[in-house]
């Protein structure tokens, strides 16, 4: 379980607090109004928004303290962060450690790696060569192979078109499953929530609500989302 417990996310001026649990193994959905503080809590839990107070756990250890690269998860953005001078193999084989030259065994790993995202055969194209669509692979890709046990989802396909989107959301909540991770994803989209989620988790203005399951959310939502939801 990810315990934030009684605790303070600062995003410049902008305080969030959450005091809930996030069970392990299972997929979450973080939905709520713009500017709520969505990207904040997911920020504070990879550890790159500042935490003013209180504890978070993962599996009964306090990561509180833990530098970003030190903690239990992986994190999808929109952007995808792939380094637009390397190449696909180049870019996903970081995951595993790798410098620029991948040694047979990493190879061998990305190449499968980028087999199950949909990306055979394209690993010595750079991100400019490649649709969108690809380039979100490549980042699934990398995130998947970091052996991290919690996945963040910041909207990482908002920019493909409907179809597609859902199909990468599908895509990456299998193949999370699979490999027995816990999923966390922010979407604008009850609809996404719907489709892959188990439970979701609303955003508020300054303040991060304890996860429900997506059914009861969505049919009997909670007053802070009665108007959100419409
Ligand atoms: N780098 C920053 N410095 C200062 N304030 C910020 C920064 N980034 C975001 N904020 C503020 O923090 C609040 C929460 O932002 P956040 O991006 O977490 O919301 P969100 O729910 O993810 O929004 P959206 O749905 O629009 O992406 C907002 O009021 C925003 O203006």
Redesign the pocket.
Known sequence: MLWCKDVEFL????A?AADLQIEAGRVTA?I????????????GIAGF?PQTGGALLWKGSDITKLAPAKRPVSMLFQDNNLFPHLTVMQNVALALGSKLNPTASVRQRVEDMLAQVGLDGLSERKPAALSGGQQSRAALARALLQDRDVMLM??PFSALGPGLKAEMLDLSVALAKEAGRTVVM?T?DPSDAARVADAILG?S?NKAWAPISTQDFLNDPPEAFVDYLG
């Open positions: 995003q410049g001026a902008y969030l973080i709520g109004p713009s500017g709520a503080g969505k990207s904040t809590l997911l920020g928004v910041d909207e922010v604008h955003v203005p």
